[in-house]
């Protein structure tokens, strides 16, 4: 599907900005969940969990920020659930234009009961979080899109988000730099250190 309208356009709710954090948030765990699992021992299979839980455990600590009150966790379980000033979102590891895991798409027990409220069915009935990337460790790359689905779950909404790499805190705070003088070199008297003790001037204490 081709990209459509922001997010916003079909909930106003989603405030640019709220998306984009949670988006930056989003891929730069992907990016450092890859790092970590970059060892020799590591399969596609540990790739994949990690991934998963590290986004899992993401979305509680966004839930928990009190600096985000417009951010709630709704549902912990395995279909982790995000409310985004009142809309729900669920965050998927999944390509957004073939998704294989289809039964994510399915609306949840949480976004039911908030479907219920409604008096008729809004355009968009779901809304997903798509987490897809290469992991290639070598040349990484990972993307972040916001697909809305309707009460048949076909797609209305298709926005991606474009990331933007940020420098790590250990090199943006670079020690100042410091000037090493060069040191003093002395020629060593040769003459001097093969005298023999009985020798004149090969005294030690001068006697």
Not at 54 to 65: F, S, Y
Not at 94 to 112: W, Y
Not at 163 to 188: C, D, F
């Amino acid at each position: 599907m081709h990209e459509t309208q922001h997010p916003s356009h079909f909930a106003p709710e989603l405030l640019p900005e709220y998306l984009n954090l949670v988006c930056q948030e989003v891929i730069s765990v992907a990016y450092q969940a890859l790092a970590d699992a970059s060892t020799p021992h590591d399969t596609a299979y540990t790739r994949a969990t990690l991934l998963y839980g590290r986004l899992q455990g993401l979305c509680k600590t966004l839930g928990a920020d009190l600096t985000l009150p417009w951010l709630e966790l709704r549902n912990g379980t395995m279909d982790f659930t995000i409310s985004i000033n009142g809309v729900l979102l669920q965050i998927v590891t999944d390509d957004p234009d073939a998704p294989k895991k289809t039964h994510r798409l399915k609306a949840n027990l949480v976004e039911l009961h908030q479907l219920s409220l409604f008096e008729a069915s809004p355009d968009v009935s779901t809304w997903r979080l798509f987490v897809d990337g290469t992991n290639d460790s070598e040349f990484p790359e990972f993307k972040a899109t916001i697909v809305g689905f309707d009460i048949n779950k076909i797609p209305l909404c298709q926005w991606a988000h474009e990331y933007k790499a940020t420098v790590p805190v250990r090199t943006s705070h670079l020690p100042a730099q410091v000037e090493i003088e060069e040191p003093l070199i002395v020629r060593r008297n040769k003459d001097a250190d093969t005298k023999k003790p009985d020798e004149p001037g090969g005294s030690v204490d001068g006697r």
